[in-house]
T-cell receptor
Framework: GNSVTQMEGPVTLSEEAFLTINCTYTATGYPSLFWYVQYPGEGLQLLLK?????DKGSNKGFEATYRKETTSFHLEKGSVQVSDSAVYFC????????????FGAGTRLFVKA | DVKVTQSSRYLVKRTGEKVFLECVQD?????MFWYRQDPGLGLRLIYF???????EKGDIPEGYSVSREKKERFSLILESASTNQTSMYLC???????????FGPGTRLTVT
C-alpha cells in the first residue's frame, strides 16, 4: 500500500531562517499529497495540498511541489517565524479505498526568536 | 468553518474501566475517523465510518469499538482500558468524496 516518510525532528531554526522539511512517498497511481500542521494543544489542520504531478501547493508562506520523478513533496518556507513552531505532517491518500489518509510520523519545528 | 469537537481535552481513567470518547462535527460530513497519536508513530487509524451505523476497522482496531447512531456523532469506546491505550486520540471528519480531513482538538487519555 501507499506509504510516506518524512524527516525526523526536531528541527530548530532561528527566526527568518529558511525551512525545508523533507517528505518522500511510495504509491501506486497518482495520489493526492498533503501537509498538515498541528500547533501546540490543537488538532491537525490542513496547510496545503497538491493533487497532481508538478502542482505546487501554497499557504501562509509555505510551499510544496508534487515531484513525481523523485516521489517527493518537500515543505519549504523562505522565512520562518516563532509562530510557525508546530508539528508538521506529510500525508497522502490511501490506495485501499475509503478516502483514508496515510500520515507520516510528523516533524517538530522549533523557531527561536 | 467546519467545527469538530471532542468531549474532553484530558481524561484519566483506571485500568479495566470502560471509556467513552465522543466526537461531534457540525458540517454534515459523511466520513468520520478516529486516530491515536503517539510520539514517533504519527497518526494511526483506529476506526472510520462512512455513514450512520456503518463502521470499518482501521489499522489498529484491537481493544476499541465505535458507535455512530447519528451522522454528526462518532464515539470511540475502550471496553476495558489498559495502560498501553494511554495516548492522544484525534477525531476527524470529511466530505464523502474528499481526502481533506478536519480534526478536533484531541483528547489526551491517561490510563493508570
Amino acid at each position: 500500500g501507499n506509504s510516506v516518510t518524512q524527516m525526523e525532528g526536531p528541527v530548530t531554526l532561528s527566526e527568518e531562517a529558511f525551512l525545508t522539511i523533507n517528505c518522500t512517498y511510495t504509491a501506486t497511481g497518482y495520489p493526492s499529497l498533503f501537509w498538515y500542521v498541528q500547533y501546540p494543544g490543537e488538532g491537525l489542520q490542513l496547510l496545503l495540498k497538491a493533487t497532481k504531478a508538478d502542482d505546487k501547493g501554497s499557504n501562509k508562506g509555505f510551499e510544496a511541489t508534487y515531484r513525481k520523478e523523485t516521489t517527493s513533496f518537500h515543505l519549504e518556507k523562505g522565512s520562518v517565524q516563532v509562530s510557525d513552531s508546530a508539528v508538521y505532517f506529510c500525508a497522502l491518500d490511501s490506495n485501499t479505498g475509503g478516502f483514508k489518509t496515510i500520515f507520516g510520523a510528523g516533524t517538530r519545528l522549533f523557531v527561536k526568536a | 468553518d467546519v467545527k469538530v469537537t471532542q468531549s474532553s481535552r484530558y481524561l484519566v481513567k483506571r485500568t479495566g474501566e470502560k471509556v467513552f470518547l465522543e466526537c461531534v462535527q457540525d458540517m454534515d460530513h459523511e466520513n468520520m475517523f478516529w486516530y491515536r497519536q503517539d510520539p514517533g508513530l504519527g497518526l494511526r487509524l483506529i476506526y472510520f465510518s462512512y455513514d450512520v451505523k456503518m463502521k470499518e476497522k482501521g489499522d489498529i482496531p484491537e481493544g476499541y469499538s465505535v458507535s455512530r447512531e447519528k451522522k454528526e456523532r462518532f464515539s470511540l469506546i475502550l471496553e476495558s482500558a489498559s495502560t498501553n491505550q494511554t495516548s492522544m486520540y484525534l477525531c476527524a471528519s470529511s466530505l464523502p468524496d474528499s481526502y481533506e480531513q478536519y480534526f478536533g482538538p484531541g483528547t489526551r487519555l491517561t490510563v493508570t
